[in-house]
């Protein structure tokens, strides 16, 4: 008999894994916020700056299929807590590279940690939530992605500027291990699939299910319209520090003031599009994928105003942008999570994680690094515009696909 997991127990777990996504984002986001400097010393192109998000997502998805397979096999609250340490240990060895391909190898690495945990965390999070619920915890829990990322451009921007490019690295690594060390003493995991309608059966239907995944549209749709997405917000996040400051922005209040847009918007969007696609599924199973559709489509007047508008129509636009394109990170999630059965959870997640990077923020900040160095930043920041129209269409035809809410599939033998 299957136990469901406590209101406490759940609300412990939402807490400790959500602190710790706050924790991996500022660590991503620390680059963006020093990489000028780390250009200086290096003496380094566009391109070549590029590349250290590039090594940083192809460690990251290539190490996908193989911690999916894991997390569907063994315990996810050990998993996790090796993911922190090694995070952590890792941004304490920065302070010992001072040359760029062992920053390229210290990036690559920190890949690996980050992407493991990216796929426990939302499984784990499935198993004490049910269906219905998912959409509301994993917006809280992706909250992390904008106000993370704020965190990570201002102690880049700041302490950065105070003490020299490693030492946001040192500071974001304490975080780490105290939450590893709660997390271990106070998340009881719960049985794997605990609180889905009709949990599955592991063994050979297990594999014939992770096979399916190939077949499954509503989950696929909704995976390539997040790589879309994911082209499009990687490349931003990466480039727009450098872009506001060669636009004559201040380098000292170039961190503080993108750290408070994306914090801003990006929190209020995110809670925005969660409580609407929520009041939207008591009506509309297709809620998940259309509001994410909506969310691609609006952020393009807004991203082509901040990169070829007028300078003063910069930081509000890109406010209006970041707000728009966040409003579909609890759904989308919700959406590829509640497509698949639990036995497999982890593997889709991995899955899903790799196409994502492999086809968005991997390819795209050295991509615009390469048209920037042959004509203009803002040039190749207009890539990311055709790629959020892309979406659209993927996460329109998505909805489509979706002729029955998720519980009535999972209860279908």
Not at 16 to 21: G, H, S
Not at 249 to 254: E, G, K, L, P, R
Not at 293 to 303: D, K, L, Q
Not at 325 to 333: A, F, R, V
Request: charged fraction near 10%; charge should be neutral.
């Amino acid at each position: 008999m299957r136990r469901t997991p406590s209101v406490a127990g759940a609300t412990t777990a939402l807490v400790l894994l959500t602190a710790l996504n706050f924790v991996n984002y500022i660590d991503r986001y620390i680059l963006p916020g020093v990489q000028e400097q780390i250009k200086g010393e290096f003496h380094v192109s566009d391109a070549a700056l590029g590349s250290l998000t590039f090594w940083f997502f192809l460690t990251y998805m290539l190490a996908a299929p193989c911690t999916g397979w894991l997390g569907d096999r063994f315990p996810r609250k050990p998993l996790i807590v090796g993911c922190a340490i090694l995070i952590s240990l890792i941004n304490i060895l920065t302070g010992t590279v001072h040359t760029f391909d062992s920053l390229l190898l210290r990036h690559a690495a920190l890949g690996i940690g980050e992407a493991s945990f990216g796929i426990y965390a939302p499984a784990l999070l499935a198993d004490f939530y049910p269906e219905e619920d998912r959409n509301r915890v994993l917006t809280i829990f992706y909250t992390a992605i904008f106000v993370g990322a704020a965190l990570g451009y201002l102690i880049g921007e700041l302490v950065g500027a105070q003490f020299g490019w490693r030492m946001p690295f040192y500071v974001s690594a304490a975080p780490g291990f105290l939450f590893a060390v709660l997390i271990w003493l106070f998340v009881k995991e719960p049985e794997r699939g605990a609180s889905d309608v009709k949990p599955e059966t592991g063994g050979r239907k297990s594999v014939a299910r992770a096979i399916s995944l190939a077949h499954n549209a509503p989950y696929l749709y909704a995976t390539l319209g997040m790589a879309a997405i994911t082209f499009s917000l990687g490349g931003i996040s990466a480039w727009m520090p450098s872009f506001l400051q060669r636009s004559g922005f201040s380098q000292s209040t170039v961190g503080i003031t993108l750290g408070a847009i994306t914090a801003g918007a990006g929190l209020g969007g995110t809670a925005f599009g969660g409580w609407v696609a929520q009041r939207w599924l008591r009506t509309n199973h297709r809620a998940l994928y259309l509001i994410s559709a909506w969310s691609a489509v609006m952020t393009v007047p807004f991203g082509a105003v901040c990169f070829f508008g007028p300078r003063a129509a910069m930081l509000p636009a890109l406010a209006g942008a970041i707000f728009c394109i966040s409003l579909g990170t609890g759904p989308l999630n919700a959406a590829i999570v509640n497509a698949v059965p639990a036995t497999v959870r982890a593997t889709a997640i991995a899955m899903e994680l790799l196409l994502i990077h492999a086809l968005g923020d991997t390819p795209s900040p050295r991509l615009i690094g390469m048209v920037s160095d042959h004509s203009t930043l803002a040039t190749g920041l207009g890539l990311t515009l055709v790629t959020m129209l892309i979406a659209t269409v993927l996460l329109f035809l998505g909805a489509g696909t979706v002729s029955e809410t998720p519980v009535d599939r999972e209860v279908r033998p």
